[in-house]
């Protein structure tokens, strides 16, 4: 019977073998009608029931849900809705916190620079230097790009790249990084690497790119809930 109907178009169920989308729910909505629910309620229960397995398997939590309760499973309903609600929990945390470690991160490039032109120092946005210009940074001030010392020394905190909390000395001839925190000297450095060539620019990149990717574990977690949950509703 369920054969006919669903080749009739009344129902979507997979029987294809690529399980190609039918139309489901105009199945099981014309199945809660018919006099096949009144003939053979325990045949349309397991319907359901098999339903659920199958979108489960295919990621669509709700309507496994609403399958299952059609078919009176809700202790498994119930257990999928707790499991899938953890995993969402779980994951917005985590989205949550890459989120803030990037704008930690974006945090720590200074706005501003100044830039020497001949005899005079003048303040422009980070955006607007270049590979190649000079610029002057002074003692407490965080270093707008990656380049190299060329003239003065000071002591640079670069825990935020190395996780070494003691300031490194840098001196003429010594490659510096954007970001990091000048100590109390002031020096003149020559910009090598600007935008998004720059250390800092490309660890916010590596960030967000495995912000935007899922990680094995969760992967894992997708297979293994193919074949847990349905084992759960047998």
């Known amino acids: ?3 006919d109907l669903a080749r009739s178009n009344l129902f979507v169920v997979p029987l294809d073998e690529e399980r190609e989308w039918f ?3 105009h199945l ?44 009176d499973r809700t202790e498994e309903a119930a257990l999928l809705v707790v499991v899938f609600s953890l ?6 945390y985590v989205a949550d916190k890459a989120r803030g470690a990037i704008r ?3 945090a720590l490039a200074p706005p501003t620079a100044q830039r020497i032109r001949g005899e005079a120092v003048e303040t422009v946005a980070v955006q607007e230097l270049s590979v190649g210009e000079v610029v002057l940074v ?9 380049g190299e010392v060329t003239e003065g020394s000071s002591y640079v905190d670069e825990s935020m790249i190395t996780g070494e909390p003691t300031p490194v000395e ?6 510096v990084i954007g970001g990091t925190l000048n100590g109390t000297g002031g020096f003149v450095m020559r910009a090598e ?17 495995a912000q935007r990717s899922r990680a094995p574990i969760q992967r894992l977690a997708d297979q293994v809930s193919v074949y847990f949950v349905p084992a759960v509703l047998a």
Not at 30 to 53: C, G, I, N, Y
Not at 64 to 71: G, S
Not at 87 to 92: I, K, R, T, W
């Open 138 to 146: 002074r003692p407490g001030e965080r270093l707008p790009t990656d």
């Open 28 to 71: 099981f909505a014309a199945v809660a009608r018919s006099e096949l629910e009144l003939a053979h309620p325990d045949h349309v229960r397991t319907l359901h029931a098999r339903a659920a397995e199958w979108f489960v398997s295919q990621g669509h939590t709700d309507e496994a849900i609403q399958h299952l309760l059609a078919a």
């Open 193 to 209: 690497r600007v935008g998004s060539q720059t250390m800092l620019a490309q660890i916010v990149q590596m960030v967000a790119h």
């Open 23 to 25: 139309r489901f729910h």
């Open 104 to 106: 930690a991160l974006m």
């Open 87 to 92: 995993g969402e929990v779980l994951e917005d």
């Open 170 to 175: 840098k001196q003429n001839g010594d490659s």
């Open 1 to 3: 019977i369920i054969h």
